[in-house]
Nanobody
Framework: QVQLVESGGGLVQPGGSLRLSCAAS????????MGWYRQAPGKPRDLVAR???????NYADSVKGRFTISRDNAENTVYLQMNSLKPEDTAVYYC???????????????WGQGTQVTVSS
């Protein structure tokens, strides 16, 4: 079975930085896209950033220029460097990976449990 484990969340002041990590483990054959999503109270979960296996990236307009997504394919890990954080960035951040795993090697989306990011003075 597959597990995604996030780390790096916490409390930071406006203008500060955090680096989130998400490592996928288990019986994984291949990983395609990986991404970060976030969900603030009372709002739907939406895409923050994603990165393909080839390194192509996509960002939400609200974080463009401040956040950087990257991945280490050898370690099945995706990162999100968050700079110039704003209070509106406060949310639970979830890691997602589209990967092939299991007995039959099916493609599916897997999610981490989320890590809280709070930007406040």
């Amino acid at each position: 079975q597959v597990q995604l484990v996030e780390s790096g969340g916490g409390l930071v002041q406006p203008g500060g930085s955090l680096r989130l990590s998400c490592a996928a483990s288990g019986s994984i054959f291949s990983i395609d896209d990986m991404g970060w999503y976030r969900q603030a109270p009372g709002k739907p979960r939406d895409l923050v950033a994603r990165i393909t296996s080839g390194g192509s990236t996509n960002y939400a307009d609200s974080v463009k220029g401040r956040f950087t997504i990257s991945r280490d394919n050898a370690e099945n890990t995706v990162y999100l460097q968050m700079n110039s954080l704003k209070p509106e960035d406060t949310a639970v951040y979830y890691c997602k990976a589209r990967l092939k795993s299991g007995r039959f090697g099916y493609w599916d989306n897997y999610w981490g449990q989320g890590t809280q990011v709070t930007v406040s003075s």
